[in-house]
């Protein structure tokens, strides 16, 4: 069984212009422990991201007004380049519940389980991913 249990307290910046949906995404992740903060658009995240240095993570919907998920986890990662991105997304062609990546950048399908989030942002919080910073398994 995966170990959920709060770790060591880290910044998650979370992302989707569905209000709903991110407050759902921000309680599911404060139950590990981490300072969650919390953007409705792109614009906001970037600000956010460029005001905080220590983001340990970011969480964004693929699909949003403005530039998408893609193109903000590209700016992000020149703002933070170790801290691994995940795009949670119904458009992106992956199975229900599967983590994939696109371009580097790990995909999580909806609909998906809190279980599921909770798995996927761990492993990748861990590095047991190909998240590395200079693209290394």
Not at 61 to 88: C, W, Y
Not at 102 to 121: Q, Y
């Given at each position: 069984m995966t170990d959920f249990s709060p770790g060591e307290a880290e910044t998650l910046l979370v992302v989707d212009d569905d209000e709903a949906i991110r407050k759902l995404e921000v309680r599911i992740l404060s139950k590990l422990g981490h300072k969650v903060l919390e953007a409705g658009s792109p614009m906001e995240a970037m600000q956010l991201a460029a005001a905080t240095p220590a983001i340990r993570l970011l969480?964004?919907?693929?699909?949003?007004?403005?530039?998408?998920?893609?193109?903000?986890?590209?700016?992000?990662?020149?703002?933070?380049?170790?801290?691994?991105?995940?795009?949670?997304?119904?458009?992106?062609?992956v199975l229900d519940g599967?983590?994939?990546?696109?371009?580097?950048?790990?995909?999580?399908?909806?609909?998906?389980?809190?279980?599921?989030?909770?798995?996927?942002?761990?492993?990748?919080?861990?590095?047991?991913?190909?998240?590395a910073a200079d693209g290394s398994p």
């Open positions: 969480l964004t919907d693929f699909s949003m007004p403005g530039f998408n998920g893609l193109e903000l986890a590209r700016r992000f990662r020149a703002v933070h380049p170790k801290a691994p991105v995940l795009m949670v997304s119904g458009a992106v062609p599967e983590t994939r990546e696109l371009e580097g950048f790990a995909v999580l399908a909806k609909p998906f389980t809190s279980v599921d989030l909770l798995r996927t942002v761990r492993t990748l919080m861990d590095g047991s991913t190909s998240q």
